[in-house]
């Protein structure tokens, strides 16, 4: 498995943000093309929503996959406050479980599951948590489900993991490939979470700087 540059690596902040100001926008108003996972929605409306250039891309991935497939949004935008306190339970967890953990330890470990607003693509509207499902609305093997911590899944959650099925790691190439070829970038940590436009993606393209920063809606 190859090296993975995580979110708490400081050459992700340290990438420029030239914000675009494009808007958050429904993505369950474009019909059938993308599917929005109820579950994450329905407690929070505002995770089905996207800046409008990922949503576009999302539904010209979308349109890449083989008959009786569908491209499955389970969350895209996190307000920045729900995102901090993302990290600072996963931060508490991680303290309380012990290992005697410096504070560049601690960042490390919390950015495989959640990263600090500033840099974190979700309260960007610019990262989407996605999966696949059949045409009958059953979810792929994908090796873990959605949202796995690397604890919980002996580091299977990781995109390039080894320890998964065949029939799993095929299911998270193919939907890789198509996510790629529509412009986004995967957080190798977490086989789900793709992007477009904030940090993350700048650091992995070249792009000389992020178009979508942290909004408040």
């Known amino acids: 498995m190859s090296e993975i540059i995580l979110m708490s690596d400081p050459r992700v902040a340290a990438i420029e943000l030239h914000e ?27 995770v089905a929503h996207l800046r409008t250039g990922v949503l576009e891309r999302l539904l010209d991935a979308a349109s890449r996959l083989p008959d ?5 949004l389970v969350e895209g935008y996190r307000s920045p406050d729900r995102q901090r306190r993302a990290v600072e339970g996963h931060r508490e967890r991680l303290r309380a479980e012990g ?10 470990a919390v950015s495989h599951c959640a990263a600090p607003p500033a840099v974190a693509g979700h309260p960007a509207g610019a990262a989407a948590d996605l999966t696949l499902f059949d045409v009958d609305g059953r979810e792929l093997d994908m090796g873990t489900a959605v949202g796995a ?18 029939r ?7 939907m890789g490939d198509v996510l790629r070829a529509a412009g986004l970038v995967n957080y190798p940590a977490q086989w789900w979470h793709w992007s477009y436009g904030d940090r993350y993606w700048a650091l992995q393209t070249g792009a000389p700087h992020a178009v979508y920063g942290p909004h408040e809606r």
């Open 20 to 46: 675009n100001g494009e808007p958050l926008v429904d993505a369950r108003v474009d019909g059938p093309a993308l599917l929005v996972d109820a579950r994450g929605s329905a407690d929070h409306p505002a």
């Open 68 to 72: 009786g497939l569908r491209l499955v």
């Open 99 to 108: 290992g005697q953990r410096s504070e560049e330890e601690l960042d490390a």
């Open 149 to 166: 911590t690397p604890g919980e899944s002996d580091g299977a959650c990781c995109t390039d993991a080894l320890s998964i099925t065949p």
């Open 168 to 174: 799993a790691r095929e299911n998270r190439r193919l």
